[in-house]
């Protein structure tokens, strides 16, 4: 059965992903940090997981929920692609390089961090 979105669980874990995703921008921007608003409100929001266990019992169902849904989010960039596409196409070279060596280093990284994690 779907989760219904004005059920006050939904509501709840909705909040609590805006409070840590606004705290995160609020320190980014108050320091001047190098790290996006979003990355530090999830590293936030690990942080109070981990202390507090039981709370991600309470976030888990509605957050399931949004990650059935996580394709929309991809909508916007694609618009965004669409608009530029003239641009994208004169600097196809550097973008198709920025995207393997990410996608190369990323593997390289969560390998290493998975085998270290397995010790």
């Known amino acids: 059965m779907a989760t219904s979105w004005l059920e006050p669980n939904v509501i709840h874990t909705f909040a609590?992903?805006?409070?840590?995703?606004t705290l995160g921008e609020g320190l980014a921007f108050a320091f001047s940090l190098p790290v996006p608003?979003?990355?530090?409100?999830?590293?936030?929001?690990?942080?109070?997981?981990?202390?507090?266990?039981?709370?991600a019992d309470t976030l888990a169902p509605t957050t399931l929920e949004f990650l059935k849904h996580l394709s929309l989010l991809f909508i916007p960039a694609g618009v965004g692609i669409m608009v530029h596409a003239e641009r994208v196409a004169a600097e196809w070279l550097p973008i198709v390089v920025a995207l393997v060596v990410s996608a190369a280093v990323s593997l390289v990284v969560t390998a290493l961090v998975?085998?270290?994690?397995?010790?």
Not at 16 to 21: A, D, E, N, R, T
Not at 114 to 119: D, G, S, V
């Open 16 to 21: 609590v992903l805006l409070i840590f995703q």
């Open 37 to 55: 608003g979003p990355v530090i409100g999830m590293l936030l929001l690990f942080c109070y997981l981990v202390a507090r266990p039981r709370a």
């Open 114 to 119: 998975l085998k270290w994690l397995q010790k």
